[in-house]
């Protein structure tokens, strides 16, 4: 069966400092990848998404960066982080080859920055 | 454009009675519609999805949606509710868009279920 790993779950960064949260996905192969913001528990943006190694796609201009250096590995980057920046990032991952494929959502990276 | 929208904030029902989750949605040509819940700081769990075929999907958890297409409407349902139900629901739609297939999600309803 498929899983996918979010990490770390909670994280707590000063204003200006860098970020890396990362996602493995296992049980598949050439997954379409994505990372989404929740702000205030509500609505989902989506940020970033991959169909490939090395193949990202930016949804919204921001602070924040993403790669996908293995085929199930997608991270999601900041060289310096703003206020604005705190929020519950989730990534998540569907099939490639299906058009009406669902979402598979990790348990979501809590940051807050001071 | 896309988009999906989901009118109500909240829901607030008793435990038993039936439940209704509002969904409306914008997509160009034949939409695929999804129904995920979110529990407290945890991912999204998907639900259900229309894709073609028979209007009434049935999903995980007891939970059904009608898909009406004349209305544009995904609304979700469930014929008698439970204090376990109380969670953060979203619908979403998928259609293709320039650059490829992407999910577009509600704001998101939020249903209260008292005992």
């Known amino acids: 069966s498929q899983t996918i790993h979010q990490w770390p779950a909670t994280l707590v960064q000063p204003v200006g400092s860098p970020l890396s949260l990362e996602c493995t996905v296992e049980g598949t192969s050439n997954p379409n990848l994505y990372w989404y913001r929740q702000a205030a528990g509500r609505g989902l943006q989506l940020l970033f998404y991959?169909?490939?190694?090395?193949?990202i796609s930016s949804e919204v201009p921001q602070n924040l960066s993403a790669s996908r250096p293995q085929d199930r590995q997608f991270i999601l980057s900041s060289k310096k982080l703003l206020l604005s920046d705190s929020g519950f990032y989730l990534c998540?991952?569907?099939?490639?080859?299906?058009?009406?494929?669902?979402?598979?959502f990790g348990e979501g990276s809590r940051l807050t920055v001071l | 454009a896309q988009s999906v929208a989901q009118p109500e904030d909240q829901v607030n029902v008793a435990e038993g009675n039936p439940l209704t989750v509002k969904c409306t949605y914008s997509?160009?040509?034949?939409?695929?519609l999804f129904w995920y819940v979110q529990y407290p700081n945890r991912g999204l769990q998907f639900l259900l999805k229309?894709?073609?075929?028979?209007?009434l999907v049935k999903g995980s958890y007891g939970f059904e949606a009608e898909f009406n297409k004349s209305q544009t409407s995904f609304h979700l349902k469930k014929p008698s509710a439970l204090v376990s139900d109380s969670a953060l629901y979203f619908c979403a739609v998928r259609g293709l868009v320039t650059g490829g297939f992407k999910t577009i999600f509600g704001a998101g309803t939020r249903l209260f279920v008292k005992a």
């Open positions: 991959s169909v490939g190694i090395g193949q």
């Open positions: 998540a991952w569907n099939r490639a080859e299906i058009r009406a494929g669902e979402l598979f």
């Open positions: 229309y894709i073609t075929g028979d209007n």
């Open positions: 997509v160009s040509g034949n939409p695929y």
